[in-house]
């Protein structure tokens, strides 16, 4: 690299592709879509840049058609993760050296390689493999994975650039940030393959390495990424790729010595458990582990009294019900007053009666099918039990089947117990639980949207008064860490929108934003002093 200065292009987000009729976006996704499901792929663990294949096998299935087998894909076990550690201390070597412009040209390309000829690849593999629409893909496997790669490179330069502000006549102060001793283990969930991508590579940006994963539910989009990653030219052993059973995987890299951070999304109660053992073993460790998480969340809704009601309409219904709920962000509980209720309720029930629900390869449907059996039951549990409840009506939904794929209609529940059970507790599927409330118990309301949950990721409220924004806003500063005005509680954008919560959600350490990266490095403050003192005596010991 020729010793000059060096500016990383200015990101901008992806634009997204609308897929209407007759474009050629659609055309090539619909291809793509036909290959891959004409094709049922082996997908080996990725260590040290080599296939591996442990016989362990199991199935990459559509969650919508669930006798499709997309792909079959081999599990990890105590030798593979052992092998993978030791790969990544070797890379760690170089790679933790490696100048931190041409680490990110890799990342610009990986950008470039998305937008173009990978685009489509992640779009049908995440739409199969995660039943998710052309919009639902287009937004997480393309544009906002592409926006993480192009807005990360932007923040590891102004990271770098944090020096010191002032360096007295005769000595030179500066700050080096360097990668983190030892690897991260990223783990990472099946409903975004944008965090799928993020998670691992954050901290490669920053010179780390890592050990990968990715949910089981969601393996076949993740090898497609470690493709991506070998064309951009990311070395061989920075990011490792182990898919396997949880339960197995994460004990034995959690126990050991070089593990240097855990770079996690997923469920509270696995992240609690990841966090206790981190403690259990904290003596053994080489260095104190960063730990940065995004867990659960019960996201509300509350609704003024001068709330546009369309508005409100349409945020209820993308917010609870894109991506079939499966999203930590998704709306879950909502706050109406009764004096407009009557007139929410009619264009709600209108509006809901027009959701679709299929296969993904029909884009008339609204809504797809939920990621597996374990999910389909849990959510139906909860569906079930609102069913035999006193407290509870179904509005809308209440209806499933998981014959061919993993079927659940938009489930609306309305309760007169703001405790009841679908208020509080997270269910990650189509269920959205309503509480109407007297407008007159407005700050009483607004104090119960704050304590009913232990979650605080998103949250939103809707209202034209001015004062009432105020007084939401103040109400609710705990209660979520990205907070809408008039908005639904969904869809934060790298670069506008960083994304986190705290209480039981996470360490809201801010993905898309300088600040997660800035937990992949550890500075090292340096003085340099050009003229050093030749005597120990300071002026106060003179006798004269």
Known sequence: MPNVKVTVPKAVNEPIKSYAPGTPEKSELIDKLTELKSTEIEIPLIIDGKEVRTGRITECVMPHNHQHVLA???????????????????????????????????????????????????????????????????????????????????????????????SPSGMWNMVEHRPLEGFIFAVTPFNFTSIAGNLPSAPALMGNVALWKPASSAVYPAYFLMELFKKAGLPDGVINFIPGPGSQVGPIVLQDSN??????????????????????NISNYKTYPRIVGETGGKDFCIAHESADIKGLITAMIRGAFEYQGQKCSALSRCYIPDTIWDEVRKGYLTEVATIKMGDVEDFSNFMNAVIDKAAFESI?????????????????????????????????????????????????????????????????????VDSTSPYALTGCVFADDRQALVEASAALTHAAGNFYINDK??????????????RASGTNDKAGSMFNLVRWVSQRTIKETFVPATNYRYPFMSEK
């Open 72 to 166: 079959r894909y081999h599990q990890a076990g105590k030798k593979e993760v052992a092998e993978a550690i030791e790969a990544s201390q070797r890379a760690w070597k170089t790679w933790s050296t490696m100048p931190w412009e041409s680490r990110v040209a890799i990342f610009q390309k990986m950008a470039i390689l998305l937008a173009g000829p990978y685009r489509q690849t992640l779009n049908a593999a995440t739409m199969l493999n995660m039943s998710k629409n052309a919009f639902q893909a287009e937004i997480d496997a393309a544009c906002e994975l592409i926006d993480f790669f192009s807005f990360n490179a932007g923040y590891a330069q102004d990271i770098y650039e944090q020096q010191p502000p002032y």
């Open 259 to 280: 593990l240097t951070g855990i770079h996690f999304t997923g469920s509270t109660g696995v992240f609690q458990g990841m966090w206790q053992t981190l403690g259990n």
């Open 380 to 448: 139906t549990t909860y569906i079930d039990y609102a069913k035999k409840s006193a407290a509870a009506q179904i509005l809308t939904g209440g209806n499933y089947s998981d014959e061919e794929g993993y079927f659940i209609e938009p489930t609306t529940i309305l309760t007169t117990d703001p405790h009841f059970k679908t208020m509080e507790e997270e269910i990650f599927g189509p269920v959205l639980t309503i509480y109407v409330y007297d407008p007159k118990n407005w700050v009483e309301t607004l104090k119960l």
């Open 489 to 502: 509680p969904t869809g934060a954008v790298v670069g506008q929108q960083p994304f986190g919560g705290s």
